[in-house]
């Protein structure tokens, strides 16, 4: 089998990187926690602010 025949399963660096796909998927579930974290963090500010409020 030739280096660039179909189903070569060897990569080189004229090829580029190989594809990735965890690293994907690492960045969907990096992206969503983030966006959960921001979430909590501006519910958290109100509940405080609300705290606050109810002891002035």
């Not at 990735?20 to 969907?28: A, G, I, R």
């Not at 974290?37 to 409020?53: A, P, V």
């Amino acid at each position: 089998m030739d280096e660039g025949d179909v189903g070569s399963t060897e990569w080189t660096a004229a090829q580029g990187q190989p594809p990735n796909e965890e690293s994907e998927v690492d960045d969907n579930e990096a992206a969503l926690a983030a966006a959960q974290r921001e979430k909590l963090i501006k519910e958290i500010i109100g509940l405080q602010q609300n705290l606050k409020d109810e002891e002035s």
